[in-house]
Nanobody, 123 residues
């Protein structure tokens, strides 16, 4: 499956932004989806994930209550709604999928990856 992440940009602290992850075909009805982020020189870090089987989501503590992961199966798209953005949210955001019903925070659990979209939060 090919994934295309989009929706990044430059925003101010406190703003909202929605990232999209569009798949090349029917994906999210049978694939779990996750978002990770990465800053220069650092490892890719877990943000959020959703099981395909029951839509249960898992979030990193740093984004819990501010970010919401959702999916539109008919549009082959998953979303990451990000509210109350902070400068420390600045990163390249990647979406990923797994055929397993998982919300694992480990990158090795996710097989397919999108190319990343830059989110910059700065005043």
């Amino acid at each position: 499956v090919q994934l295309q992440a989009s929706g990044g940009g430059l925003v101010q602290p406190g703003d909202s932004l929605t990232l999209s992850c569009t798949a090349s075909g029917p994906t999210f009805s049978r694939n779990s989806v996750a978002w990770f982020r990465q800053t220069p020189g650092k490892e890719r870090r877990f943000v959020a994930a959703m099981r395909w089987s029951n839509s249960i989501a898992n979030y990193a503590d740093s984004v819990k209550g501010r970010f919401t992961l959702s999916r539109d199966i008919a549009k082959n798209t998953a979303y990451l709604q990000m509210n109350d953005l902070k400068p420390e949210d600045t990163a390249v955001y990647y979406c990923a999928t797994s055929i397993q019903s998982t919300t694992s925070p480990n990158t090795v659990a996710w097989r397919s990856w999108g190319q990343g979209t830059q989110v910059t939060v700065s005043s």
